[in-house]
């Protein structure tokens, strides 16, 4: 069975620009989550969809904006960006937003903003 | 406050011996879960091992166990008989069961781990 799936794997942008990214769950997990990794810290939660509705929001701007498709993929867009959105950024797929429900992290997309 | 804490920023140990990750917690929610994954420079995060808060034992897997000490509010991860290959970072995390942020999870700073020969 495929893992969670991301892409691009590398992205270099620049300031002012949007990107759009993008991730596969696992089939049969239905909620996905995305997290900011910013390089020497731990990931921080952007957001949670399940079931093609938002679950959670984490401590971002505006500029940040998720959707989920019916077939449970989904897309993280970062508008007018900033040097400091250069990050790894990490998608978690899960069966369901349930108390003990396991997380698959994909490989990441490691974007840069020059 | 924190709500992850992981003291350590970097860790050497002998290949084959054991070591310990250290990693505190902090929250008032009675229902939670601990998580422990391992990011090698490759960037995936991969999932180690999971200690429920009502779990009366403490969890292992493999090579991995995790010391669950409930009023300390700590949960550290064992890693017996290193092998070179665990060189990476290692990231506590905690999802809070009663929260209004689905299933989020929060994560501590990191410690790297380095096995040597």
């Known amino acids: 069975d495929a893992g969670v799936t991301q892409s691009p794997t590398h992205l270099i942008k620049t300031r002012g620009q949007h990107v759009t990214l993008r991730c596969s769950p696992i089939?049969?997990?239905?909620?996905v989550s995305w997290y900011q990794q910013v390089l020497g810290q731990g990931p921080q939660f952007i957001f949670q969809?399940?079931?093609?509705?938002?679950?959670g929001r984490g401590n971002f701007p505006d500029r940040f904006s998720a959707r989920q498709f019916p077939n449970y993929s989904s897309e993280l867009n970062v508008n007018a960006l900033l040097l400091g959105d250069s990050a790894l950024y990490l998608c978690?797929?899960?069966?369901?937003?349930?108390?003990?429900?396991?997380?698959?992290f994909g490989s990441g997309t490691r974007l840069t903003v020059v | 406050a924190q709500k992850i804490t992981q003291t350590q920023p970097g860790m050497f140990v002998q290949e084959k011996e054991a070591v310990t990750l250290d990693c505190t917690y902090d929250?008032?929610?009675?229902?939670?879960?601990l998580f422990w994954y391992k990011q090698p420079s490759s960037g995936e995060m991969i999932f180690l091992i999971y200690?429920?808060?009502?779990?009366?034992q403490n969890a292992t897997e493999g090579r991995y166990s995790l010391n669950f000490q409930k009023a300390r509010k700590s949960a550290n991860l064992v890693i017996s008989a290193s092998q070179l290959g665990d060189s990476a970072m290692y990231f506590c995390?905690?999802?809070?069961?009663?929260?209004?942020?689905?299933?989020?999870?929060?994560f501590g700073g990191g410690t790297r781990l380095m096995v040597k020969p």
């Open positions: 929250t008032s929610d009675p229902s939670y879960g």
């Open positions: 089939s049969g997990h239905k909620s």
């Open positions: 978690a797929s899960s069966l369901g937003p349930g108390a003990h429900a396991g997380y698959t």
């Open positions: 969809y399940y079931e093609k509705e938002e679950r």
């Open positions: 995390a905690m999802r809070e069961d009663n929260n209004n942020a689905g299933n989020m999870l929060t």
């Open positions: 200690q429920g808060s009502y779990d009366q």
